[in-house]
């Protein structure tokens, strides 16, 4: 088994996961709820600026702190399916 298709089966079980639990969107929504148009790469960038910032604030509540562990989670999922799009779009018109 190939990197790529290890990668792929992740995917495919995460997006699995997602849709049974109802997040599908969640991220999307919430860099709309931040102003982006969509989850994009600069979403992702102030998502992961947001999170660290409470993660480092000693005084940030219990729920505070999962809030930004579970949004910095997200923001890197988001970031990891972005990369792997670009890659997959890249190398399907190379063919």
Known sequence: MTL???????AQDVSKSMKKKGTVGIFTQQCKDMG?????????????????KVLNDETASKKEHDDAVLLKK????????????????????EK
């Open 4 to 10: 790529q298709e290890l990668n792929e089966w992740w």
């Open 36 to 52: 982006f148009k969509k989850s994009s790469y600069a979403c992702i960038k102030a998502s992961i600026e947001k999170a660290d």
């Open 74 to 93: 997200r923001a890197t999922l988001a970031k990891t399916f972005k990369g792997w799009a670009k890659k997959k779009k890249q190398h399907n018109k």
